[in-house]
């Protein structure tokens, strides 16, 4: 998922768009939800966080290269 950055902190809308996403994954039947990012984006992972995600390692088959740039995190639904 990406989003302005404007827009994603303005007035709390990161936050209602992963709201919206797990009403959504839960009504197709996840039971998880994964996501990946840079780790540049800290107010990203900020709201991750606030929406009760925990940091992971990368699946073993993510490339090496890029592991020490992106960030993973999961939640169950």
């Not at 989003?3 to 996840?30: C, K, P």
Request: proline share 5%; net charge negative; charged share 25%.
């Amino acid at each position: 998922m990406l989003i302005s950055t404007d827009w994603m902190l303005f007035a709390g809308n990161g936050e209602r768009l992963v709201q919206a996403l797990f009403e959504q994954a839960h009504l197709y039947g996840y039971k998880k939800v994964l996501p990946d990012s840079h780790h540049s984006m800290t107010k990203a992972h900020d709201v991750y966080r606030k929406l009760g995600f925990d940091e992971v390692d990368a699946p073993p088959d993510f490339p090496e290269e890029h592991k020490q740039v992106v960030v993973f995190m999961v939640r169950t639904l």
